[in-house]
């Protein structure tokens, strides 16, 4: 971004270029940027979950990791699908919600293991409990930011993908076309 000056001389931000704008106003873009939002809600929600359940010591790091992802689920489904995706209607059950589900229990699973492996850590070093719990909570943080990109490249590709049906002039059966 470029920097003018403003009549008493101090440094003012220009607005955004024509360029700028234009990029913002891509599909891919601004349903990035959705996805990007409704992942913040919903990581929110399950950070907050397994910082209770783990951090008050109420269950293990793979069970918290579980919980939280439940209590972030039902967000970022509907955030993804209505908002980022822009779905509206019934989704369909092989079509969408078995890839979606497929998604999150391959991420609950990368989550479990990985808080798992890093509880199994600080566990030994006998590390006070604000300490293990931080750094185990570092560890979801960072599983689930590593799986962030992953996550929306297999939405966008295979669970959310554009479809047309289109009626066939044969035997008038609706036929599945990805483009």
Known sequence: MTSTRDPEGSAA?????????ALAQRPGVRRFSRYAVGSVVAFGASNVAFLLLYGLGLTSPQVASVLAFAAGIPVNYVLNRRWAWQRRGRPGLRDELLPYAAVVATSVIGSAVGTWAADRWVQSADLPRALEVGVVDAAFVAINGTLFLVKYVLLDRVVFRERTTTATPTDGRAVERVP
Do not use: E
């Not at 931000?13 to 704008?21: K, L, N």
């Open 13 to 21: 931000t220009a607005p955004p270029s024509g360029r700028a704008r």
